[in-house]
């Protein structure tokens, strides 16, 4: 983190594109793009007090996860568009590596995250050093590739990793072991870790590796022409979008309890971590939180009231408004959403009081 | 081990890898043509078993025969997606490709889950149990009638391509698309046949593979797998590339399940398809190499 704030502070003065941070003393709570945001942000601290009801409670802790997951997929796949279809074995590795810690040594799910997310960093540098040097198709079905190879491995080494039967995580309910009564506090934890998810993704975005990883995403010869090292940016975007994919994915088996090798490296899984990017809107920020908002409670819900009239239909609708958005949308639903953000904050009261009208960011 | 074991384990690999040639045959001539990577290609095969599946259970045609309704059939679905859909993404970056045809992939796995229901048909003929003997091996005759399914379509794939006025038209498309519309080709024409041909020729693999595969909505999602593997390792848009590619990873799986494990066989495929890559990043073969 300390790194990346010291990149942070150097490019805003090596790069005058960089939006300058707002400390203007004009810049008040009256101000419609401070409150909103903190509004908002009351919404999500109360919203399990609003919907009170586990079922939706369920949709909601499910939702804050694939966000999470697809803002570090995001990362690669959308700042640098390295389109990853092999993001489950990062997650995946999460899930095993703290499971099995706590199953053999008792080892606390908050340790073993950090362990998972390092396992992750050392795998995806070795998956990086293959699938780095090839484009488009070709790195696209190279990953998917691995993460079926990760997949057999994880069959085939039953003795260590429990096999095709999967892992059970053992039932220890305390803070200490990240597990808890109920699926409320799990809410909590996993808005946590979305914020700072979000707080990192913005840092990244303005940070000089965030301005490399979108020269290098537009165009890579043009990047290497101006000098830009393509495969430290390439292997620095992995090991960062790895390691907090890794981190989700240990949240994930705490909430879930279990984890198979056929499910979590499913070639399925990790389109569904570029899906929400894809949907919401690549390479920015709040894309992913809003492809999981729309996506997540479309599959949940339409397969819990119509999954027994019609099994299937909701990944027909989800492969359908995938479709819809490449087609139509192809920078994804960000854009609608932000235009209607900003127009509302001029309806608010208090606009205009930074003296400045304009947009923000 | 014995000889007898090797010859069965290469026979056991070739006819696996004859099925995936003929899916990868398809796919690779859609991208050599169109330009075009089709992530629900497996869909196509799954498709083509279904509706093998219901013409035989509704006529008691024998399924091999059903070839002549699942082609056609599926060369419609074929034409129909190139027409109204893949034209929109020709051109278009590789995101916008891979996304859009895993959004149809969802759609007809999921349309297939929806319209049949998730039970496993089996379909059942007099020689779906039988092997032919030959001397140190055996050789199971549903899987052997694939293969020669496959060698059939395969040699009249190239044949069109090579002496037909239409076959001619679509290489010049697949070498250059620019200078094919200049000299009078009609690639929009050109494109939908492609397109349906893949698809053709993929549900032709869903009829030959029927005699000893269930027909489930996920039976396409293993062999589109290894179709993308194949096509990668004999270079996107290489029709003979995409032949031997599939005959090396049917061989490289069948070794895998002997000396391996049975559940992991396809390691082995894999492992290949990653050495290949980190040794010719372009695959084995030329890219985009006429016929």
Known sequence: MDNVKLESEKAMTALPLAAPPNKDSSLAVINPRVYMPMIGLAVLALLPFIVNNDYFLNILNLVLLFASVGIAWNLLGGYARQVSLGHGIFFGIGAYVSTLLQINWNISPWVGMIAGGIVAVAVGFIIGLGVFRLRGHYFAISTIAFSTIVMLLFVKFYKITGGAQGLSVPLKNSFLMLQFNGKLPYYYVFLVMMLAMIFLARAIERSRLGYYMVAMGQDEQAAKAIGINIPRVKHTALAISAFCTAIVGTLYVQYMYFVEPAGIFSVTMSVEFALVSIVGGLGTVFGPVLGAFIMKPVVTLTNDYLGNVLPGLNYTIYGFILILVIILRPNGLIGIFSVSYEYLLTRLPGYGTDGKGGKES | ?291
Request: a neutral charge; aromatic letters at 10%.
């Open chain 2, 1 to 291: 081990m014995h000889l007898s074991t090797v010859l069965q384990v290469v026979i056991n690999g070739l006819l696996i890898g004859g099925v995936y040639a003929l899916v990868s045959v398809g796919l690779t001539l859609l991208f050599g043509v169109v330009d075009i990577v089709n992530f629900a290609h497996g869909e196509f095969l799954m498709l083509g078993m279904y509706t093998t599946y219901w013409t035989w259970s509704l006529s008691g045609m024998d399924p091999i025969v059903t070839l002549i309704v699942s082609m056609p059939v599926m060369f419609v679905v074929g034409a129909l997606v190139q027409k109204y859909l893949f034209k929109y993404i020709m051109g278009a970056p590789s995101l916008t490709q891979i996304f859009l045809t895993v959004g149809l992939q969802f759609v007809l796995q999921n349309g297939a889950l929806m319209i049949f229901g998730p039970q496993v048909h089996k379909l059942k003929t007099g020689y779906s149990d039988l092997a032919i003997h030959l001397g140190l091996v055996a050789v199971s005759t549903p899987q052997l009638i694939a293969f020669v399914i496959t060698i059939i379509l395969s040699v009249l794939l190239f044949l069109f391509l090579s002496s037909t006025d239409l076959g001619k038209a679509m290489k010049a498309s697949q070498q250059d698309r620019h200078t094919a519309a200049l000299i009078g080709i009609n690639t929009d024409r050109i494109f939908w046949i492609a397109a349906g041909i893949s698809a053709a020729l993929t549900g032709a693999a869903g009829t030959a593979i029927i005699a000893y595969t269930p027909v489930v909505p996920t039976a396409g999602a293993t062999f589109g797998l290894m179709a993308y593997i194949t096509v990668i390792l004999g270079s996107l848009g290489n029709l003979k590339g995409a032949v031997l590619g599939g005959l090396i990873l049917g061989l490289a799986e069948s070794f895998g399940i002997q000396f391996i494990s049975a559940d992991a066989g396809r390691l082995l495929s894999f492992f290949i398809f990653i050495v290949v890559m980190l040794i010719r990043p372009q695959g084995l073969f030329a890219a985009k190499e006429s016929v």
